[in-house]
């Protein structure tokens, strides 16, 4: 069995992804702790890709979307391994749109009768009067596709017309792209791992996440707090609560058609109803700081190691599903690691 672990130098991507190489080191060792035969391909053009096909991996697992390609279109990498025939980790291009751009997921879930919260886009001087805006104050602007909490700060909770100008134009300027207005939620906020095991069933894995208050008593978990880890993970306290955001995230889930694994963020409003705030379908997979293998830990007592495991497993049972009899690599040593 041979395993491909591919990843771009993504230091420059502003989208999610496992993480740094550090994080698809601690992937790597995992993989070789059970057994595999696997390396790390550090891809930055076509042709790197090209080479990976002609090494003929049985399993590829995609540690980023997409690599940039200066002057070019993005190459994303579940179409490329889709078209050469390789098996990689993962949701498909298009399920992995819903992850790029929050507006998709969230017309595409409210088609489903899923909750999200109320939005417009907006680009500036678009509205002119407070009268004009399609939702009332309090809003919450935040770019359409960034992540990792880029473009989210204080100033992103606006109370009147001046501060929504302002945010708007900033996130503008830096983004280049129309920026997504919510009504604000003010509750609680929540993450949920939700894992795809190779029997079909789901590892649902709901944590309450904590950011710090700023110095405005606010609790948003923007990019200056993503970055001091300053956010607490705990265990839902309510059994109750805890059941809502699992079902609404395995709602969401099934609805965004994600396959093998994916990370759901949640928030409650004031009257502590549930609300989808976005997918993150190649979560972070930092050892001991991203908050995929966090919940998982927290809220099911799962390692790492049995993570990396579990978010494999799917992979591995469609080599099993796809190999011709007699090519078959050994059963039961891929049983072993996926149950
Ligand atoms: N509508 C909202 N109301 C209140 N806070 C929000 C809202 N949307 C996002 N936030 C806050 O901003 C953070 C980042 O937003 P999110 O959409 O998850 O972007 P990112 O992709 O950067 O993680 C959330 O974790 C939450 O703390
Ligand atoms: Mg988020």
């Known amino acids: 069995m041979y395993i491909e672990i591919i990843t771009t130098p993504n230091d420059a991507l502003k989208e999610s ?26 891809c930055s053009t076509k042709e790197d890709l090209d080479d990976v096909v002609a090494r003929r991996p049985e399993l590829v697992i995609l540690a980023v979307k997409y690599i940039p390609i200066e002057n070019e279109d993005n190459i994303w990498l579940t179409s490329f391994f889709e078209q050469t025939g390789i098996n990689y980790t993962g949701s498909s291009r298009e399920t992995l749109e819903f992850d790029s751009n ?43 596709d960034a992540a990792n909490g880029n473009g989210i700060d204080d100033l992103s909770f606006v109370t009147n017309f001046t501060e929504y100008k302002n945010k708007i134009n900033s996130l503008y300027k830096t983004f280049k792209q129309p920026v997504l207005v919510e009504q604000y939620l003010e509750g609680r906020e929540f993450t949920v791992a939700v894992i795809k095991t190779s029997n079909n069933d789901l590892s649902v894995s709901a944590v309450e996440v904590i950011p710090p208050v700023s110095g405005n008593g606010l609790r948003i978990l923007g990019a200056q707090a993503k970055k001091d880890d300053s956010e607490k993970i ?10 809502k955001v699992s079902a609404l995230a395995i709602q969401a889930f099934n609805a965004l058609g994600v396959r093998d694994f994916g990370r759901i963020d949640i928030k409650t409003n004031e009257k502590g109803e549930c609300f989808f705030m976005e997918a993150n379908l190649v979560p972070g997979m930092t050892y001991s ?51």
């Open 289 to 339: 700081s991203s908050y995929f293998p966090q919940a998982c830990d927290i809220a099911q007592g799962l390692s790492y190691d049995k993570v990396v495991e579990l978010i494999m497993a799917g992979g591995l049972a469609r080599i099993m599903s796809t190999t011709p009899p007699g090519l078959k690599p050994d059963a039961r040593k891929i049983l072993s690691a996926v149950v």
């Open 17 to 42: 992804g496992f993480g740094s190489l550090k994080a698809c080191h601690s992937v790597l060792n995992t993989i070789q702790r059970m057994g595999y035969g696997v390396s790390l391909s550090v």
């Open 234 to 243: 705990i265990r839902i306290p309510e059994r109750q609560l805890k059941d």
């Open 102 to 144: 929050k507006v998709l997921a969230k017309t595409h879930l409210t088609n489903k009768g899923i909750s999200t919260a109320a939005y417009f886009l907006a680009i500036p001087d678009q509205y002119k009067r407070e009268e004009d805006l399609p939702i009332h104050f309090p809003l919450f602007l935040k770019p359409l």
